[in-house]
Every structure is written in structure tokens, then in C-alpha cells.
């Protein structure tokens, strides 16, 4: 990919990260009918169906985010 290459949009209860191959990674805050509750899905798409399926609580996604910057930087990734 090139360097200034847009790899990632995220927009309002949505994200999704090119990831290379026709693979996308998304993001998309969902709620539960049956448990009243949200919750944000984490999944790997190709061609719109979804491969792999990651359920986050929201109140931990800032932990998350920032687990995975302090990751990168002591791996230098």
C-alpha cells in the first residue's frame, strides 16, 4: 500500500481498516434485544461476510485502544 494511502474510515457506530487481500477489519457498536445492552463488534470481513467475531464491552474499548498504541510502541510496529 502506498505510504498516504487511506487504510482506515471510521465514521458514527462504524470503522473499518483495509487490511490487504480484500480483508477488513470492522468496528461497529451493536446492541443486544435480547440483553438490552451495546456492545462493540470486532470482525474480519472479506467480500461482506464475516470470518471471525470478536464481542468488546464499550467500557472497555479505550483500554483496548490504548493496550494496542503502548503494544506498537514497545514492539516498534
Known amino acids: 500500500m502506498a505510504e498516504n494511502e487511506e487504510i482506515a474510515?471510521?465514521?458514527?457506530?462504524?470503522?473499518e481498516i483495509k487490511m490487504g487481500a480484500g480483508w477488513f477489519l470492522t468496528i461497529t457498536l451493536a446492541s443486544s434485544e435480547r440483553y438490552?445492552?451495546?456492545y462493540i463488534e470486532i470482525a474480519k470481513?472479506?467480500?461482506?461476510?464475516?470470518?471471525?467475531?470478536?464481542?468488546?464491552?464499550?467500557?472497555?474499548?479505550?483500554i483496548l485502544g490504548e493496550a494496542l498504541i503502548k503494544f506498537a510502541d514497545e514492539n516498534k510496529l
Open 45 to 62: 470481513e472479506r467480500g461482506g461476510q464475516k470470518k471471525a467475531r470478536f464481542n468488546l464491552n464499550p467500557k472497555y474499548a479505550r
Open 36 to 38: 438490552e445492552n451495546e
Open 9 to 15: 474510515d471510521i465514521g458514527e457506530n462504524y470503522g
